[in-house]
């Protein structure tokens, strides 16, 4: 009988795509079930989520995401960024963890979360899971919360600040309201009707619905705009900031950056885009913050790994209200 066990070990479940596509690429096979190295620790992921980046790589849009992770078909056939889950053993040099620790965390560049198990180096982008939280919980938070907080650093959000957060009711919409709340700012943010309570009760001290009032016409200014979802007019919203304001435009395409060079360099307003940066360090520090109360994951649905397709198909209407998790059982 133990021999059976350890012949099935070798195997584990995971959502692979072999082909960029729609949902229905995503399918649910038997993989081999990595194998730690010596410094690395292997992990029972227990739950995972879809996220606007697994939606793009699944689709290769933009175009560029092919010269990145395979021209004709998908390099890293298993997606998903962000994890939680427990650790079931580690490399003879790891002194970070130990087994039954757990934990959470990002994937970085590296995915393959969609899957029963992963590999991590010990000094990667993970941390013990926060207490008082489930795994499903703990999983979502990654994702929105590096992205919300390596913004958030750089524009030096501080206290009694004015902050405008639109598309404050997604995963990073979410986890910048919850942000720049803890830094001391005052935060208004945008959405539809439908979210208004969602984005009340995790802290904002102003909403805007978007679907009956235009931010720019209304003679506010604010000190930062975060644009989390890319539906801004550039340039139509610089009405809109105070002076050395700062922008941020986390989900910026080649018009947006373009745009925002040429703002930084005719005025006085910074504009912050680009590829974001995070550490071990930055998952501790949301850690703590869950742990004091003052950052809580949003849930909009949970669906199983073998529903992966419909989790996808879902994200991509671009509803979602928070996240969207995987739990991997």
């Not at 290769?60 to 078909?73: E, M, N, Q, S, W």
């Not at 539906?231 to 050395?244: E, P």
């Amino acid at each position: 009988m133990k021999e059976f066990k350890s012949v099935k070990q070798t195997k584990m479940k995971a959502a692979i795509y072999q082909q960029y596509g729609p949902p229905a690429v995503l399918q649910l096979k038997e993989v081999e079930k990595p194998i730690p190295q010596h410094h690395e620790i292997l992990v029972r992921i227990r739950a995972s989520a879809v996220n606007s980046g697994d939606v793009r790589l699944r689709k290769a849009d933009p175009f560029a995401v092919r010269f990145i992770f395979g021209l004709i078909k998908p390099s890293i056939p298993i997606l998903g960024s962000v994890f939680s889950g427990e650790i079931e053993s580690v490399g003879k040099e790891v002194t970070r963890f130990k087994v039954g620790d757990q934990i959470f965390g990002h994937t970085d560049l590296k995915f393959g979360a969609y899957a029963a198990y992963k590999c991590f180096a010990e000094n990667e982008t993970i941390a013990q899971k926060p207490s008082g939280i489930t795994d499903i919980e703990a999983a979502v938070i990654p994702f929105g919360g590096t992205t919300a907080l390596h913004f958030t650093k750089l524009a030096a959000i501080s206290p009694g600040q004015k902050v405008l957060i639109i598309g404050a009711s997604g995963a990073v919409g979410t986890a910048a309201v919850q942000l720049a709340k803890s830094f001391g700012a005052n935060v208004t943010g945008v959405c539809s009707t439908a979210n208004i309570a969602l984005v009340k009760s995790i802290g904002a001290d102003n909403v805007i619905d978007y679907t009956k009032e235009d931010f720019t016409k209304n003679g506010e200014t604010y000190d930062v705009i975060f644009d989390t979802v890319k539906t801004i007019s550039v340039f139509g919203s610089l009405k809109s900031m105070n002076k050395k304001g700062i922008m941020i435009l986390s989900a910026a395409g080649i018009s947006e950056m373009l745009s925002a060079l040429w703002i930084s360099m005719t005025s006085n307003i910074k504009v912050l885009t680009g590829v974001i940066k995070h550490t071990a360090a930055d998952i501790e520090f949301l850690k703590k913050l869950i742990e004091e109360g003052k950052f809580k994951p949003v849930i909009d649905k949970t669906y199983r790994l073998e529903q992966i397709a419909d989790a996808h198909a879902y994200v991509e209407k671009g509803h979602k209200k928070g996240n969207v998790a995987i739990e991997i059982t």
